[in-house]
């Protein structure tokens, strides 16, 4: 079936670094969907790409996908203590799966003072 | 605040036990998806309903099962418990497809003993 995997599992930095977590698909996506998970909390949507080569920023975080659309990336710029949480990829498959939203493995971002 | 209610927040009980897990959907929301997560683990779909209707199945065991009721509000139902179901366990709800975004609740953590 799809798999979606994402690396690194974790990272740690210190406040100001960049941070980069890639996603890759085992199967082409139709859309990409990006979601952040805080320490205790629930999942909550970030962004949606849907063209291939697709880029899209908010504030600090930079979304990109994939030219063939199986991998997509999220790169934060000088990170801060507010972006400490999990941070996950979904996408559905184009076919076979079509109707299951797979989620990646996720990242884990800890950010240090 | 995501708008999806989960109930209850917290669950202890017993191996061999039943117990259900109850959600209600974001206003105008027509999809709602389960998930599991297990510790330090990703999100595990299990199931999602369309306006009343079973839409997809994922890893789900056949002890648990599902319905979404004519108002929209879904139950998801586990039964002979085991250890090993000891997790926090995720409704989520979209306008329609999954290919839209998806709005999690605060879970239901589940503890098995």
């Known amino acids: 079936g799809q798999q979606v995997m994402q690396i690194p599992q974790y990272q740690h930095v210190q406040e100001g670094e960049d941070f980069t977590t890639y996603c890759n698909s085992s199967?082409?996506?139709?859309?990409i969907q990006w979601y952040k998970q805080r320490p205790g909390g629930h999942p909550v949507f970030l962004i949606q790409?849907?063209?291939?080569?697709e880029v899209k920023k908010q504030k600090r975080l930079t979304f990109q996908f994939g030219e063939a659309k199986k991998n997509s990336s999220l790169h934060i710029t000088a990170t801060q203590t507010t972006d400490v949480g999990t941070y996950f990829c979904a996408g559905p498959g184009v076919t076979g799966g079509g109707n299951k939203l797979t989620f990646g493995t996720g990242t884990q971002l800890k950010v240090e003072l | 605040d995501s708008g999806v209610t989960q109930t209850p927040k917290h669950l202890i009980t017993a191996t061999g036990q039943r117990v259900t897990l109850r959600c209600s959907p974001r206003?105008?929301?027509?999809?709602v998806y389960w998930y599991q997560q297990s510790l330090d683990q990703g999100l595990q779909f299990l199931i999602q309903y369309y306006n009343g209707e079973e839409r997809a199945k994922g890893n789900i065991l056949e002890r648990f099962s599902a319905q979404q009721f004519p108002d929209l509000h879904s139950e998801l139902n586990l039964s002979s418990l085991e250890l090993g179901d000891s997790a926090l366990y995720f409704c989520?709800?979209?306008?329609?497809?999954?290919?839209?975004?998806?709005?999690f609740g605060d879970g239901t953590r589940l503890s098995i003993l």
């Open positions: 199967t082409t996506l139709s859309n």
């Open positions: 989520a709800s979209s306008v329609g497809s999954v290919n839209q975004p998806q709005h």
């Open positions: 790409l849907v063209k291939s080569g």
């Open positions: 206003s105008g929301d027509l999809s």
